[in-house]
């Protein structure tokens, strides 16, 4: 069974902070990282993708992959409370089409 | 809008009653996924098309669930007999095609919620 795991939180922190969220995955082929980002009651957001090792910022976020650890990892700078929400780390399958498997996602709150 | 198209956004279905889901995909997106969340869960993989080829249902539960899309485009997610252990968010998923290193993103509908009572 190919699996994500994520700590499921919550993880608090205060405003301005850096918020760092953690994903490990079972597949070594997997080639492809998604973070999504859920508020309560809505569906899944793409806020990052990385498929290379290493660190890929876009604005207040970085995502950071090791491959070799079957690590990847999302920061969130200068957090807000507007960033409260639950994350959700997602991996290809490898070896096929696009199939994703989802963690059980991170439930973070920034608190003013 | 540009999105996927998610219908009901809200269902509820007495136990022992057919449902079905509709999704209306993102226009030019060939892969269309259907997956499951229960509250509190991250997304369940359930079935997948490209173009109207069913090519993996191995996350579909039972035998009451069935999917189809039948030109290629809007699909429909039916679970017939519905137990309660079926209340969940259903979300559908487009995405276009993916290079060969790597896969595209994809992109999800509102999700409709059903509850079996």
């Known amino acids: 069974q190919k699996e994500v795991e994520q700590n499921s939180g919550p993880l608090s922190v205060p405003e301005g902070a850096i918020a760092s969220l953690n994903c490990t995955y079972s597949d070594r082929g997997s080639q492809s990282f998604f973070w999504y980002r859920q508020y309560s009651g809505k569906s899944p957001e793409l806020i990052m993708f990385?498929?290379?090792?290493g660190d890929k910022e876009d604005g207040r976020f970085t995502a950071q992959l090791n491959k070799a650890s079957q690590y990847v990892s999302l920061l969130i700078r200068d957090s807000q409370p507007s960033d409260s929400a639950t994350y959700l780390c997602a991996v290809n399958v490898a070896g096929g089409y696009n199939k994703l498997i989802f963690g059980a996602g991170t439930r973070l709150a920034v608190h003013p | 809008g540009a999105g996927v198209s998610q219908s009901p956004r809200y269902k509820v279905a007495k136990r022992g009653q057919d449902v079905a889901l509709r999704c209306d995909p993102i226009?030019?997106?060939?892969?269309l996924f259907w997956y499951q969340q229960a509250l509190g869960q991250g997304p369940e993989f359930l079935t997948y098309?490209?173009?109207?080829?069913?090519?993996?249902k191995s996350g579909l539960p039972s035998d009451r669930f069935f999917a189809e899309r039948p030109e290629g485009s809007v699909s429909t997610l039916k679970i017939q007999r519905t137990q309660q252990e079926d209340s969940a968010v259903y979300l559908c998923a487009s995405s276009p095609p993916g290079r060969t290193d790597h896969n595209s993103p994809l992109h999800f509908g509102n999700g409709t919620r059903l509850t079996v009572t």
């Open positions: 990385i498929y290379s090792n």
């Open positions: 226009s030019g997106h060939v892969s």
């Open positions: 098309f490209q173009n109207e080829a069913q090519l993996d």
